[in-house]
């Protein structure tokens, strides 16, 4: 929607973060089930895996004021 200039770009995340948040209760959880229980096994989820995902969203987000040492995936290998 915003490539095509269809919604501005604040109109478009407006409408996504009102989907976002009233989805689940208009349309429920199967999908957050089904993504909890079949595709990602929630034994193998440890520190590790925390942080390797969280550490790149920091930087996608614009999380600016992290310093550059700030741990990452290739910092928490083993």
Request: proline share 6%.
């Amino acid at each position: 929607m915003i490539s095509s200039r269809a919604l501005s770009m604040r109109a478009a995340l407006g409408m996504t973060a009102s989907a976002e948040f009233f989805g689940p209760f208009v349309v429920g959880i199967a999908v957050a089930k089904t993504i909890g229980r079949e595709v990602v096994n929630p034994a193998e989820i440890n520190t590790h895996v925390i942080l390797a995902v969280d550490s790149p969203l920091h930087r996608l987000i614009g999380c600016r004021r992290v310093p550059h040492d700030y741990p990452t995936f290739s910092m928490i290998r083993e």
